[in-house]
């Protein structure tokens, strides 16, 4: 038994008596504890109940307290310790080093480390305690926020990202009836299935539905407009990045994904953490109505370029066949297997699987089918396991899009911020002085640098399905670089 007497005395007893007052002032006894100097308990304790003794508080268990952090922090297999006289706990003993000691060195192993003395605290062994916990960081993450909580990490919710905003935007910016004139030939429609071209690829089209419809477009905008991804990365290391996902709705947050490396001492001491939150919603409603009008352009003549149709002869030219396939026509029809990469990545492919070019934005690799499932699902195996849905879904097509559009991939900003101008580069930046210009959206999408419009080339049909859609939208372009002549692909920065 221990008492230890300050302005308030704490007993800690087990098995012995206690002596409580009955109503005639003597004293009766019953298990657990006593008092001192013969006074009465003033009621009857059990474990962890308080009572007074002698004028003093007391606050009593039924065992010895124990404590439930060990005296030092956990030697961990997976850190470096550089600095010298550092103590740490390794099975039951407390060790310091000596001088640096590297990941894996075992305190128990002789130098760097030597023994100091047996810790009081002990813990039942296991080798999980001295590893790294793979699923800390997102424990600590995954989990329904308060409002308080999503102002301070995320700024609030805009309620002019909201979903319901998000749709009305688009059909400001572009009615039903404008969208078709635009894309008569789009998968799926009747102009498409009564294309003399279109047999070729699809000799049994009857029941294919309209693929990129409108409505389609609607609906993934108002869905997708539900979600906020932050994006953090370390400035030259662009490789090591986590994404965290909120639902707008639910308030649940969860980490997607985050780089094995991402809280290493030796980058978090040694780079700047980078952070850009992306609100879904914001996908047209960023700048003045010209610039709403602008982004639409530009994101409907990139994919239109991705799954143009070309010029039909005798029945239609290039301006008018966007959205015409919806999936890479080498594929079409085929059980080939194509874009697969086996390793370098944590999105692994699914055997059997092939991950070539699906939807608007023809999505491709297993990396993004995955990194996209992430962030539309909050699960990566949906698309890896099933990346046929892109093609048969044509609101998922159009989410894979958008998800694209607005993504920033580091090093590279989202096609969303660089038309907008939203982007903030560092001073000397690549393709800095390029900010809010639609060609800066063909460098991200698909690396095709010092290109010029007026030419054959994939830039310069990219400019002239831009240059078209911004004319009918009446959206100004003036002055406008719409090629990539004098950019370069975004690299690492050291």
């Known amino acids: 038994m221990k008492t230890r007497i300050a302005k308030t005395i704490c007993l800690t007893l087990s098995a012995v008596t206690v002596l409580t007052a009955t109503p005639a002032g003597t004293l009766s006894v019953s298990a657990g504890s006593v008092g001192t100097q013969g006074e009465a308990v003033g009621s009857t304790l059990s474990g962890g109940q308080a009572g007074w ?11 010895e307290a124990t404590p439930t952090e ?7 297999d997976y850190k470096n310790y550089p600095d010298k006289g550092t103590m740490v706990y390794y099975m039951g003993k407390i060790y310091q080093n000596k001088w640096y000691a590297n990941a894996g060195d075992k305190p128990d192993a002789g130098d760097p480390w030597m023994f100091v003395e047996d810790a009081e605290w002990t813990v039942a062994e296991d080798e999980k305690n001295y590893q790294k916990d793979e699923n800390a960081a997102a424990n600590s993450m995954n989990k329904v926020l308060t409002d308080a909580e999503i102002e301070t990490l995320y ?15 688009l059909g400001d910016l572009i009615s039903k009836t404008d969208y078709e004139a635009l894309f008569p030939y789009r998968f799926g429609s009747e102009g498409w299935k009564n294309c003399t071209a279109t047999a070729q690829y699809y000799p049994d089209m009857a029941g294919l539905p309209d693929y990129y419809s409108y409505e389609n477009l609607q609906e993934a905008v108002q869905t997708l407009a539900n ?7 370390y400035e030259g290391s662009e490789w090591c990045y986590r994404l965290i996902r909120l639902n707008k709705t639910t308030k649940e947050q969860k980490l997607i994904y985050s780089d094995p490396s991402f809280e290493e001492d030796w980058i978090v001491n040694s780079k700047e953490m980078m952070t850009v939150v992306c609100d879904y919603g914001s996908f047209l ?15 409907l003549a990139n994919i239109s370029h991705e799954t143009g149709g070309g010029n039909v002869q005798g029945e239609a030219d290039e301006s008018v066949t966007g ?17 697969v990469q086996g390793t370098g990545t ?8 092939s991950y070539h070019g699906r939807g608007p934005i023809q999505l491709s690799y297993n990396y993004n089918y995955g990194l996209c499932s992430d962030v539309l699902y909050g699960d990566s195996s949906v698309l890896l396991n099933n990346p046929e849905k892109v093609a ?22 989202s096609c969303h911020q660089v038309i907008t101008g939203t982007w903030q580069p560092k001073a000397g930046a690549a393709n800095e002085k390029y900010n809010g210009n639609f060609g800066l959206t063909i460098i991200i999408i698909n690396n095709e640098a010092g290109q010029s419009e007026n030419g054959t080339g994939a830039v310069a049909r990219r400019a002239r399905y831009y240059r078209t859609y911004a004319a009918k939208m009446g959206a100004d372009i003036t002055d406008e670089h719409c090629d990539t002549m004098g950019m370069t692909t975004f690299v690492q920065q050291p």
Request: proline share 9%; net charge negative.
């Open 323 to 339: 959205l015409y396939f919806n999936e890479e026509v080498g594929f079409i029809g085929s059980s080939a297997i194509g874009y």
């Open 285 to 299: 409603a960023e700048g003045d109505l010209n610039t709403r009008k602008r982004e639409l352009s530009g994101f």
């Open 155 to 169: 700024g609030g919710i805009n309620s002019e990202f909201s979903p319901e905003a998000a749709v009305g935007r």
């Open 70 to 76: 060990p005296p030092y922090p956990f030697w961990k």
């Open 227 to 233: 979600t906020i991804i932050k994006v953090q990365w």
């Open 346 to 353: 944590s999105y692994l492919p699914v055997e059997g699987k």
């Open 392 to 413: 048969q879904d044509g609101v998922l097509g159009f989410m894979t899009g958008i998800w694209f559009w607005m993504t920033p991939q580091p090093p590279k900003p």
């Open 53 to 63: 003794i002698g004028g003093f508080q007391t606050a009593v268990t039924a065992e």
